[in-house]
């Protein structure tokens, strides 16, 4: 079976620097993007980037653009996300995905287009 297990989370100060990590099993990822989405206490889930597997494209939410990278090691095979510049807002449980199939240019940035899910991994950011 698929398994996305996230790691790497922890409590920081504003403006340090946290590296999740996504280590993913069970299948081949060469026509999937791996996402990461992050939940706060009371709001809904929201994209905060994905990469295609095959290629290395990403794609990022705007809040985090210049903050945060998406990265992939082929042969764990693991995806990261590098996140510095931290903020309090950026306090939430994060999550790895990935999708089943995925044919297009772009990496997907939606909830419903990805189809495997990790436990999550909790960030705190103190100011």
């Known amino acids: 079976q698929v398994q996305l297990v996230e790691s790497g989370g922890g409590l920081v100060q504003a403006g340090a620097s946290l590296r999740l990590s996504c280590a993913a099993s069970g299948r081949t990822f060469s026509n999937s993007a791996i996402g990461w989405f992050r939940q706060a206490p009371g709001k809904g889930r929201e994209f905060v980037a994905a990469?295609?597997?095959?290629?290395?494209?990403?794609t990022y939410t705007d809040s985090v653009k210049g903050r945060f990278a998406i990265s992939r090691d082929n042969a764990k095979p693991t995806v990261y996300l590098q996140m510095n510049s931290l903020k309090p807002e950026d306090t939430a449980v994060y999550y790895c995905a990935a999708t089943t199939y995925y044919s297009g240019t772009n990496p997907p940035a939606r909830t419903s287009d990805f189809g495997y899910w990790g436990q999550g991994t909790q960030v705190t950011v103190s100011s």
């Open positions: 990469i295609r597997w095959s290629g290395s494209t990403t």
